[in-house]
């Protein structure tokens, strides 16, 4: 075995893993969002957004990091979560490439009333994501509800949106 | 240290490696499942199997690749997902050997009723699966309501099915 | 590139394997839980805690891994199952460090009534691993219904519990 060999080999291995935990860090960030969400917690859900980073979901049109604070702190957020509340993702499809990413999954929007709870949305969701200053950050995420519209149904493929 | 202390280290990495490698594409390929299906996209959804790849579930029993493409394709399936639907997979728990691969999870069937959604069946999924030409694919898929029986929750084991 | 490099680089790619395998296990562990106590496995179910091993969640509060056999052993539990029910538990979000993790993931208790399920409860689930004899094992875990309560929202940081 060369220099030269050891070199190719661990460069493979280099990349490989860090493939593998660039995968893992963007599906554990996606993993976060819900149980975040539902304890109700602004800084932490809005740290996973960049600055700039936007979310569209009916109802709500957010075009900042601070406009995504805002929408967990708010009385509507709040009261939700305080009536029981699962903002339920499933596992996300995860495509990285480089410092971009992109991921799918779909999500149910669970309520309670009385003693048990209702499935108050089921839900496409799409993730644009950057890696920035060496972390993984949405950089747009675009939720619709699953009601048998094509624009929901065009959210489900992890890649690039138009 | 050696250059047989080198190429045992290297080994074992390259080793560990593809394993987490394969774990995850495994992993991946049944999340990308219910986006791809929900979308209504038979192509995609068909590639996830094998040509001779199998899937029963109730009321289907699709023999081929080319069964799962029409299943999709089908107004039985085109009207489920115009009406409003989700097929929202659990995690995926996966067991991989060298070029087979088995993993169990549960699924929720979630539809469109008036203004909300309801579960119209949740169900035990065991996969069967085989690395083909350098790709994982799905070569069986037994699902079955979670309705009690024991036909049901014998296949919640990721282990080869008899 | 001297031999201290190739150590160096060796070295770092051992540590974040390892750490990658961990955040596997971990992830593979608990989604093992739904499937198998859905199945009805004492013992797999029993094997997933460490043999002083807690987990409380309503109605039961259990404080060995014996005793989480006798619950999934119970005839309350196997009547759930033979009811038709789902254990379904969301992606876990895993922290590890060194020898110890936390998970955090939220949960649905899906039961079958009449010709449809029921989402009989949302749930919170905080989990403690550690690693004993080389296996990661649940020290502790507390589940709680998502009914508004602060306790329950309180789990959802995958970090040590109080």
């Not at 190719?8 to 819900?34: C, F, K, M, N, P």
């Not at 669970?110 to 972390?135: E, K, M, P, S, Y």
Request: net charge negative; hydrophobic share 45%.
């Amino acid at each position: 075995m060369t220099a030269d060999d050891v070199e190719a080999r661990l460069r493979a291995l280099e990349q490989q893993v860090g493939q593998l935990t660039d995968q893992i860090a963007v599906t554990q960030l996606i993993a976060s969002y819900g149980p975040l969400v539902d304890a109700g917690s602004p800084e932490e859900v809005a740290a996973l957004w960049s600055e700039d980073g936007s979310y569209q979901v009916e109802g709500w049109n957010m075009r900042s990091r601070a406009e995504v604070h805002a929408m967990v702190a708010s009385d509507a957020h709040q009261n939700l979560i305080a009536g029981g509340a699962a903002h339920f993702l499933g596992p996300a499809q995860v495509n990285v490439h480089g410092d971009d990413a992109y991921a799918v999954c779909e999500s149910l929007l669970v309520r309670r009333r009385d003693d048990r709870w209702v499935v108050a949305r089921a839900g496409a969701n799409h993730f644009t994501l950057r890696r920035i200053g060496g972390r993984w950050q949405i950089t747009r995420r675009v939720t619709r509800a699953l009601d048998g519209a094509l624009e929901a149904r065009a959210l489900l493929t992890a890649a690039p949106l138009d």
